[in-house]
Structure formats: C-alpha cells, structure tokens
C-alpha cells in the first residue's frame, strides 16, 4: 500500500480528487496518511478533515527565515514517512535537499502543457493569464516528477484541453481542472502504486 503525503495551498479540488479516486476505486494500492498546508485556513484542510485524513500548516510566515521553514518541512514529511509525495497545488518553493531525498518519489501537478507556461512565476491562476493573452487555442495539464529544477523534472501524463473564445482566467482554469487535472492526477498516482511506471535516463517509461 503506497503512502501519500499530499502538499496543499488552498482550494484542494486536487486533494479532493484523490481522496474521490481511492474512495471510488479508481487509485488502487494508495492510501492518504497526511496533508501538509502552507497556509493556515484554507479549504484544503476542511478537506481532509472531513475525509478523517491527519492535517497541519507549516506556514513560512511562522518561522525565522527560510532555512527554519525548510527544516521543519523535511522534519514533518519523515515524521509521516511516506512512500510519494504529491505537491497538489503547493504553491511553496520546496527545499532542494527534500528534492534530493526523495528523488522520483515527489510529483507536481502544473496547469499547462510543460513546456509551456511554467517556471518561475507561472503558478495558479496566472498560467492561465498568461495562456489567454499569448492566445493559445490548446492548453492543459501535466503531472510530472519533481527534481531540482523548476517544472523541469520527468513528465508522467498530460492532456490537452481547448481553449474557447471568451474564456476569462476563472472559466479556463475551471476547464483545465475538470477535464484534465482531476484526470491525469488520480491516474497518475495509481499507475506508480500498482508499479506501471519507471524513470529511465530522466524520462518516464511504461512497464
Ligand atoms: C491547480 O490548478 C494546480 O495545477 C496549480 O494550482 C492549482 C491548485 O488548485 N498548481 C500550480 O500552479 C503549480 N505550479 P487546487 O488547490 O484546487 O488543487
């Protein structure tokens, strides 16, 4: 049974849609045993409560600099000692030593097609800002792996998503959550704890 610890920053429709996808069967051999958010009072953690899954903030803005923060972020993820780590809308910069430590054992889920509209500064909604004012007409999601660099890490799964004309930010990101993200994350998950896929030379292959 793998362990995972989700990473959260707010709304959670991510965490929501593993919490749905194991209840429902959809993610098999997985299980939540924490949530860790970076900010306190989000609907992430009412989440997770209602679904009886242990949660806490670790907020930056409660420790002395970075290096505190970092500290007590690495010591609560060993304390739960998981198997995967899933950063669903974790919108922190993670310690590069927690990178390193769990290497192929922490996946992202980003709101675009990497390598599009990714990297520094593209987070939440303002990827799909930025997507809208380049007039993409086909953006999506993608779940990938995390290393040290920023979006960079090996890709497991995306899926395209259309774009419309008069699609605000808001109505975009909707779609791209419904039709892909809610999708491709839960899949994903399940396809590394029933073991059907590996990282080879920094790329994700089926097995
Ligand atoms: C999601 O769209 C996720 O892809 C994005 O934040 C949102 C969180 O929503 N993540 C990033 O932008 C990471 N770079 P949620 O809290 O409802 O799951």
């Not at 958010?37 to 420790?63: F, H, M, Q, T, W």
């Not at 390193?100 to 599009?116: A, M």
């Not at 930025?130 to 953006?139: C, N, Q, S, W």
């Amino acid at each position: 049974m793998l362990k995972l610890l989700v990473c959260v920053s707010g709304g959670g429709t991510n965490l929501q849609a593993i919490i749905d996808s194991i209840a429902d069967g959809r993610i098999t051999n997985a299980k939540i045993v924490g949530v860790i958010s970076n900010n306190p009072g989000v609907k992430s953690l009412e989440r997770a409560e209602n679904a009886g899954i242990p949660a806490c903030v670790i907020s930056p803005k409660d420790y002395k600099d970075r290096d505190a923060f970092n500290r007590a972020f690495l010591e609560k993820v060993k304390d739960t000692d998981p198997d995967l780590v899933v950063l669903a809308g974790f919108l922190v910069r993670i310690p590069e030593e927690f990178v390193k430590e769990y290497s192929n054992r922490i996946v992202n889920i980003h709101p675009s097609l990497i390598p599009s509209f990714c990297g520094v500064g593209y987070y939440g909604l303002r990827v799909h800002e930025k997507a809208l004012e380049r007039g993409v007409k086909i953006t999506g999601a993608t779940v990938h792996f995390v290393n040290e660099g920023m979006d960079e890490g090996p890709i497991i799964a995306q899926k395209a998503v259309e774009v419309r004309g008069g699609d605000t930010p808001e109505v975009l990101q909707r779609r791209v959550m419904e039709q892909a993200e809610w999708v491709i994350l839960p899949k994903a998950i399940d396809d590394i704890a029933n073991g059907r896929i590996r990282v080879t030379d920094g790329k994700v292959v089926r097995v």
